[in-house]
């Protein structure tokens, strides 16, 4: 089973500013399965970024994601007040698979 | 519009079984593969198994000795089960569209997930 680690666990960020969350899997994903969430407390994750830097219908093009094999990275331009919430990635590999989750709240 | 909507106890007992219900709404349960995610409190999110209408099921292989997914067009609906549960299945539980195969092996609409408690 492929695992997932996220860096930070957490990251304090003000409106305005850029973020940058990772992904790292314990084997080499196939960059058309990796896809990106975001969820707000008390919602259903969001799908944001699929096939690694894809963006999903209606989402804001201040999103974007980028990676291959190991590494992946979600980027969040000038973050705007509703962009605070946990953002999971995940991959396929013979199974799915989620990371533990990156939370970006406000500084 | 697709919409999705978790209906089931939100009580079970240990070592009962679990059995949830998802309502497809705005799209035909025989156009898509349909699986169920689930989150423990304060935790991350776990795949547990799809459902496709021919009959292809695939499962979690941490779960797949207890789980089963199946599904009534005639209702547009997909179900839940799982046998044997424990403290540890106390999860919110999702059911969601997916995967997609032919975009990104991922999961684009989900309901508003249902809580489930395992306690006597």
């Known amino acids: 089973e492929i695992v997932l680690t996220q860096s930070p666990g957490t990251l304090s960020l003000s409106p305005g500013e850029r973020a940058t969350l990772s992904c790292r899997a314990s084997?080499?994903?196939?960059?058309?399965?990796l896809t990106w969430y975001q969820q707000k407390p008390g919602q259903a994750p969001r799908l944001l970024i699929y096939g690694a830097s894809s963006r999903a219908t209606g989402i804001p093009d201040r999103f974007s994601g980028s990676g291959s094999g190991t590494d992946f990275t979600l980027t969040i331009n000038r973050l705007e007040p509703e962009d605070f919430a946990v953002y999971y990635c995940q991959q396929y590999g013979s199974s799915f698979t989620f990371g533990p989750g990156t939370k970006v709240d406000i500084k | 519009q697709v919409q999705l909507q978790e209906s089931g106890p939100g009580l079970v007992k240990p070592s009962e079984t679990l059995s949830l219900t998802c309502t497809v709404s705005g799209d035909s349960i025989s156009n898509s593969y349909w699986s169920w995610i689930r989150q423990p409190p304060g935790k991350g999110l776990e795949w547990i198994g799809y459902f496709y209408h021919s009959g292809i099921t695939k499962y979690n292989p941490s779960l797949e000795s207890r789980v089963t997914i199946s599904g009534d067009t005639s209702k547009n609906q997909f179900s839940l089960k799982v046998t044997s549960v424990t403290a540890a299945d106390t999860a919110l539980y999702y059911c969601?569209?997916?995967?997609?195969?032919?975009?990104?092996?991922?999961?684009?609409?989900w309901g508003q997930g249902t809580m489930v408690t395992v306690s006597s």
């Open positions: 084997q080499s994903v196939v960059s058309s399965y």
């Open positions: 969601a569209r997916g995967p997609r195969w032919l975009q990104g092996y991922d999961f684009d609409i």
